[in-house]
């Protein structure tokens, strides 16, 4: 089946900082990727999602400015938090949409393992 | 009122037992219907894929879709301590945006 990975899987840092999480597709293209977001003991929210070669979109109430993705090639999207807060503290999830041809089914996305971001 | 709806749980099953999950959704444009499994701290797994109406089945798992009533559904046979994780439905209308509803996610505990 197809794998997506991330890293890393979990990261703590200071207040302020920045933190830069990357979402790889290992054995297909993935031309759509997709950013969750997942409280505990709560579903996944997504924040956004990202086209190779094209800005991202993002939901309602997320902010661009403060998660930046990045979809530069057909295997790599990075999500980077900006000044990261204690309230940002979470897990951190990506999933990938293949070409055609990729998967059984052209709609079927393909997660991560999960990054969990905390902020100290 | 969510556009997916999954109670949350925690349900509890003795080893052996049928489990049956569920949602409901109220968007009619869903024609995608997906069951993830996640286990704690880890990224979901995808478990069914069903487009449309109809009954699917793969090994110990049947999923369920009733498009007339919104509602679908997910079933364990002879379920396993390794079965215990939280179910996620998800849904997705047709489209190009991939853009999946997650419901809430059930807690299953298969006690042995």
């Not at chain 1, 899987?9 to 990727?33: H, N, P, Y």
């Not at chain 2, 749980?9 to 080893?15: M, R």
Request: glycine share 8%.
């Amino acid at each position: 089946g197809a794998v997506v990975s991330q890293h890393p899987s979990w990261v703590i840092c200071k207040s302020g900082t920045s933190v830069k999480i990357e979402c790889r597709s290992l054995d297909f293209q993935a031309t759509t990727m997709f950013w969750y977001r997942q409280f505990p003991k709560q579903s996944l929210m997504l924040m956004a999602t990202s086209n190779e070669g094209s800005k991202a979109t993002y939901e309602q109430g997320v902010e661009k400015d403060k998660f930046l993705i990045n979809h530069a090639s057909l295997t790599l999207s990075t999500l980077t938090v900006t000044s990261a807060h204690p309230e940002d503290s979470s897990f951190y999830i990506c999933s990938a949409r293949g070409l055609g041809g990729t998967s059984g089914h052209y709609n079927e996305q393909f997660f991560g393992p999960g990054t969990r971001l905390t902020v100290l | 009122q969510k556009e997916v709806e999954q109670d949350p749980g925690p349900l509890s099953v003795p080893e052996g037992a049928i489990v049956s999950l569920n949602c409901t959704y109220s968007n009619s444009a869903f024609q995608y219907f997906m069951w993830y499994r996640q286990y704690s701290r880890k990224g979901p797994e995808l478990l069914m894929y069903t487009y449309s109406s109809g009954n699917k089945e793969d090994g110990r798992f049947t999923a369920q879709v009733d498009k007339s009533s919104k509602y679908i559904s997910l079933f364990i046979r002879d379920s396993q301590p390794s079965d215990s994780a939280t179910y996620l439905c998800a849904m997705m209308s047709s489209g190009n945006t991939g853009k999946l509803i997650f419901g809430q996610g059930t807690t299953l505990q298969v006690k042995p």
